[in-house]
């Protein structure tokens, strides 16, 4: 159970994963969508609180995040104190310290390359390679055969 205000809620695509973000920290979040089908069907796992195993903690960290987005299981967000970081299998990762408030802005897989903007509408990109990503969250979850088939697609 977390009790907080949250500030912002970023969803993964698949739904599988969310992050929380409060003024001055973040919650990463597994959603057990088999947990909330069976507490639905028995009815009486269901508390005036919510279903309790509904999410399961991954990480709490003590990290304010300005603007965030999901690429698979990766977690890429803006803090702040202006870095560009991401978080995968319980690591941050930082990609730039960046010299002004930026905002993120989206991601083109195609491209492999990450979107940021300032107020003054100013857009600045990052290359940040998906199969960097999908290999970091192979290893993570001690998926050495997907981590083995993924390894030759990465550049030298």
Same mark, same amino acid.
């Given at each position: 159970?977390?009790?907080?205000?949250?500030?912002?809620?970023?969803?993964?695509?698949?739904?599988?994963?969310?992050?929380?973000?409060? #003024? !001055?920290? @973040?919650?990463?979040?597994?959603?057990?969508? $088999?947990? %909330?089908?069976?507490?639905?069907?028995?009815? &009486?796992?269901?508390?005036?609180?919510?279903? #309790? !195993?509904? @999410?399961?903690?991954?990480?709490?960290?003590? $990290?304010? %995040?300005?603007?965030?987005?999901?690429?698979? &299981?990766?977690?890429?967000?803006?803090?702040?104190?202006?870095?560009?970081?991401?978080?995968?299998?319980?690591?941050?990762?930082?990609?730039?310290?960046?010299?002004?408030?930026?905002?993120?802005?989206?991601?083109?897989?195609?491209?492999?390359?990450?979107?940021?903007?300032?107020?003054?509408?100013?857009?600045?990109?990052?290359?940040?390679?998906?199969?960097?990503?999908?290999?970091?969250?192979?290893?993570?979850?001690?998926?050495?055969?997907?981590?083995?088939?993924?390894?030759?697609?990465?550049?030298?």
């Amino acid at each position: 159970r977390i009790e907080i205000e949250p500030k912002n809620v970023f969803w993964s695509e698949n739904g599988d994963l969310v992050c929380i973000a409060t #003024e !001055e920290s @973040f919650f990463i979040l597994k959603y057990n969508s $088999e947990a %909330v089908v069976k507490a639905k069907d028995s009815r &009486d796992a269901i508390t005036e609180d919510g279903i #309790e !195993e509904a @999410f399961d903690v991954i990480a709490e960290l003590q $990290e304010s %995040v300005r603007t965030g987005l999901w690429i698979g &299981d990766c977690f890429i967000y803006t803090n702040g104190v202006n870095r560009l970081n991401y978080f995968v299998g319980g690591e941050i990762v930082t990609i730039a310290h960046l010299d002004r408030t930026m905002y993120l802005l989206g991601y083109i897989p195609r491209e492999n390359r990450l979107y940021l903007g300032d107020k003054e509408l100013n857009i600045v990109s990052y290359s940040l390679l998906l199969s960097v990503l999908e290999y970091q969250t192979a290893v993570m979850r001690t998926d050495f055969e997907a981590a083995d088939q993924i390894l030759p697609s990465i550049p030298k």
